[in-house]
């Protein structure tokens, strides 16, 4: 193994933010990160904290001010769930699926809020016939298959003259890949992902023609009270500011400001698509260069840059679990066995979190743990 060199690990950050911020005269952004932490959510410090992360994520993203973006408990589950409860039931509603996300969202609809959904699927690896969707429904789906490596290859097949809701769970595709703003009524994303950051905590982006629906539409269903969007029957645009529907973790909060500022410093969202980019073409390359390697997602044009899924010749569950656990052992690699639900193979990210060269140090590893194996 005297070849082979582990991939760096990078240094532990630390979570003060260093960023612009209200403060106080006097105050150093890392006192003021500081002193957020242990406060309520609603102390001015609190909700100014949230309010700057939510600009943060309008900078970065480059959502128009023609959206409102709030933040959400329960993830980026939580955020795609209050949507369907609170808008679904107006009109029919068309729900995609091609990986485990997609397809619990198919199950959503149609065994929770029984609205016999029209379901069009594709098998992992592939992506569905787009042009077989009704846009005079509500239509659901994954931007970015994180569990297939498939993603929709962009916003083009989104009618611009829909009458029903574009509902786009994109948590594994913002910060990396451009969305079609224009064509999203609701986008879902959590921090984990792209950012990097911490979970339980999910971002749910808002477009006028969702508004309009949450104002002009009552559900049939009862809406738990971390789903409830509107208040005397008027939006609730506190949530849209930073005052959050319940006790969010001030500490995530911080973590998510640290990676907004970081994404700001490489160059904001090109920065941030490029990166990912290089990561993605690093690891194409260690699969072009092995006969035993291939893409789960075969397509170029449809294959994610973030969530790669990778195929493993003649891998069973069992050998991808030796596989990965063999380079867990060796600090090379961590949790790279692909989702639970997904066929049998690998699963590398290479969001803009990752550096290139610790992609490109992971071939060696590759070979070594398909070596070893195999003998």
């Known amino acids: 193994m005297t070849d082979i060199r582990v991939p760096a690990r990078k ?112 098998p992992y690896g592939e992506l569905p016939d787009l042009t077989q969707v009704d846009w005079s429904n509500d239509v659901i789906f994954t931007w970015n298959g994180t569990t297939s490596g498939v993603c929709v290859p962009n916003g083009d097949w ?27 009524d609701v986008l879902t994303f959590s921090w984990q992902k792209v950012l ?35 208040s005397k029957g008027a939006l609730a645009e506190g949530v849209f500011k930073g005052e959050t529907i319940n006790t969010p973790s001030m500490l995530a909060v911080e973590d998510a400001i640290f990676a907004l500022e970081w994404a700001k410093s490489v160059g904001g969202l090109e920065g941030m698509k490029a990166r990912a980019n290089a990561n993605a073409a690093a690891l194409d390359k260690i699969v072009q260069d092995r006969d035993w390697l291939g893409h789960l997602a075969v397509d170029p044009a449809s294959r994610s840059n973030t969530s790669v899924c990778l195929t493993v010749e003649g891998a069973d569950a069992d050998f991808i679990k030796k596989f990965a656990g063999l380079l867990e052992a060796e600090d090379a690699a961590y949790d790279i066995a ?13 969001g803009a979190t990752v550096e290139t060269a610790d992609i490109e140090a992971l071939g060696p590893w590759l070979d070594w743990a398909y070596a070893s194996l195999k003998a």
């Open 11 to 122: 240094p532990a950050r630390p979570f003060f933010s260093s960023g612009p911020c209200a403060k106080p005269p006097g105050w150093s952004p890392e006192k003021l990160a500081t002193q957020s932490l242990g406060r309520s959510h609603r102390a001015k410090i609190g909700k100014a904290r949230l309010g700057l992360c939510i600009d943060l994520m309008r900078e970065v993203l480059q959502v128009p001010d023609t959206h409102r973006i709030g933040i959400v408990p329960g993830s980026d589950t939580g955020a795609v769930e209050m949507a369907m409860w609170t808008m679904l039931g107006a009109r029919p509603v068309t729900t995609l699926a091609w990986e485990s996300f997609g397809a619990g969202w198919v199950t959503d609809a149609a065994k929770q809020l029984k609205i016999d959904p029209t379901v069009i699927e594709a």
């Open 158 to 184: 989104i009618a611009a003259d829909r009458e029903g809701l574009c509902i786009a769970d994109a948590t594994s595709a913002v910060f990396a890949q451009d969305i079609a703003w224009d064509k999203v």
């Open 196 to 230: 990097g950051g911490e979970g339980a905590h999910g971002v749910l982006i808002l477009g006028p023609r969702a508004v309009e629906r949450l104002e002009s539409y009552t559900p049939a269903w009862p809406l738990p009270k971390v789903f409830r969007l509107m």
């Open 338 to 350: 692909g989702y639970r639900d997904a066929p049998a193979g690998l699963r590398i990210w290479c």
